[in-house]
């Protein structure tokens, strides 16, 4: 007996037919979407590109006022009292030069910071700035113990000094290669700040501050200043020039060197200072002249921000500055 034929449903076929129609629409019309979306970002990208190019320009400008400012004075006696000091009004001055976005300009000495390479020399550690440095990491301020500062001066000196004996509780090459990052002990001068990084015992929060307090990269430099400049160091160098000099006292230096009345011609100037008659701070930790400088060029425009900071050395006076090192933010 014959089986009688069986027949699909036409409306199964219509069904798939639809689906598939619903499937390749749902790819086109997310295909479409995503086009969309793509060909606006890479308007907005251009977009963002092209004021980046100019803003960068502007910061470079901006460097370039620094170096020329530096350029005009004659370096024998170098004060928080000279143009280059005076950040607010180089940016007023250039504020108006451009007419897409602004910059801000800051020059900071670096002969007024502690020269961290000069902690060691060809003879070993150098006590009068190993003491210095101590004073300064055990300032309040950075929330250290004594020995816990004395303990990363010895990490710094092993990091600087050639040979592979640890000072006191620092660290060689040893303890570098059993980290869960290895790196190798330096054994040589630091090239930049941010080597301190690498360094034992100097964490982020140390480094660059937290909350209201300021990261000791502020107050230190790779660069071979001689004497710190004891008319441009900041307060806390200053207290940290020697252990009779308190916060209060520190302040009254501050003042003292702003007054224009007062003569800095001379680095013994402190004794003239108030209540500081007796105090003596060891003549090879400071001076009056400075040759390293830093110009940080902050570019704004609307919400975009780009950040040059170019470190320069004055060879001559009347010579443009040279440019030793240049970064971008």
Known sequence: MKQPVRREDPRNDRGIALLLVVLVMVLIVSAAIQFNASSRTRV??????????????????????????????????????????RAE??????????????????????????????????????????????????LSLFGLSEQEACDIVDAVTDWIDEDDDITGFGAEQGYYRGLASP???????????DELLLVKGVTEDLFHGRDDIPGIRNFLTVHETGGININTAPEPVLQALSPAITAGMADDMNRYRRDENNDLSASSWYRRVPGMGDVTIAAELIGIRSDFFSIESTGRMDSMIRRITAVVKRERPGDMPVILSWTVD
């Open 44 to 85: 907005y990208e251009a977009a963002n590109t092209g004021d980046g190019i100019i803003l960068e320009h502007v910061s470079k400008s901006c460097i370039a006022v620094g170096r020329y400012v530096l350029k005009e004075e004659d370096g024998d006696v170098v004060s928080l009292r000279d143009d280059w000091a």
């Open 183 to 193: 790196c190798d002990c330096k054994n040589g001068p630091l090239d930049t700040i």
């Open 89 to 138: 009004e180089v940016s007023l001055q250039t504020a108006a030069a451009f007419g897409i976005g602004h910059c801000e300009v800051r020059v900071t000495d670096e002969s007024g910071k502690i020269p961290l390479n000069m902690l060691v020399d060809e003879n070993g550690v150098v006590e009068a700035w190993r003491d210095l440095l101590v004073r300064f990491l055990s």
